[in-house]
Structures are given as C-alpha cells and as structure tokens.
C-alpha cells in the first residue's frame, strides 16, 4: 500500500507563487508514475500535471497551467512537488496526488491511478 500526503496549500494572491509537495511513503514508494490533479467546486476533477516515470523525463503538462506550473519528483525523499507561479483565480482547487503505473500518454486519465492523496486547498484571491 502506498500512502500520499499533500501540504503546502494556501491562501495567495493573483500572480503569487506557491509550491505544493506530496510525500510518498509505505511498501511501493518507487511508484513511477506521479501526477497532480486538482477539482473546483462544481467541476471534474481535472489533470494538471505529471511525471510518467522515476528518471523524471517527459513532464506532462495541461494547457491551462504549461508555462506556469513545472512538476518535479525527489526520488531520494519520495517526493512529488509542483511549483506554480502566476497564480490565477482559476487556479483555485483542491489539488491532490496520485500515484500509479501508467503508459506514457494515459497519465491524464484519473481512472488508472491506484493511490491518491487527501488533497490540499488551494484559493487565488483577486
């Protein structure tokens, strides 16, 4: 079993930074396959951003936040961090985390994770 912890929500302002970070622990913390996603209120949960594999190559990024947001892992820590700047009022989500193992062009889909995080909150302020 592989537990996700989330930390590092807040409450900003329009054009701040923030970094999120979620630790991984238990008997897979070598999951390859690591990922963001976030949900407003009243929306879908939607895919942010992710990491197909432990070497951290070929990042996935969504339209909405590619060129903002930029996903990085610590394999030494277990750890999956997302650094998001120009922070946006259509930022504002729980932003959890998710682990599993999955084909490279599949990391959107949140059907094939197996583990996920509590979430964090996450609120843009005008």
């Known amino acids: 079993q592989v537990k996700l912890v989330e930390s590092g929500g807040e409450f900003v302002q329009t054009g701040d930074s923030l970094t999120l970070s979620c630790a991984a622990s238990?008997?897979?913390?070598?999951?390859?396959?690591m990922a963001w996603f976030r949900q407003a209120p009243g929306k879908e949960r939607e895919f942010v951003a992710g990491?197909?594999?432990?070497?951290?190559?070929?990042?996935t990024y969504s339209d909405a936040v590619e060129d903002r947001f930029t996903v990085s892992r610590d394999n030494a820590k277990n750890t999956l961090y997302l650094q998001m700047n120009d922070l946006k009022p259509d930022d504002t989500a729980v932003y959890y985390c998710a682990a599993g193992r999955l084909p490279l062009q599949t990391l959107h889909y949140s059907n094939l994770y197996d583990y996920w995080g509590q979430g964090t909150q996450v609120t843009v302020s005008s």
């Open positions: 238990g008997r897979a913390v070598k999951v390859p396959t």
């Open positions: 990491l197909p594999n432990l070497s951290s190559t070929q990042a």
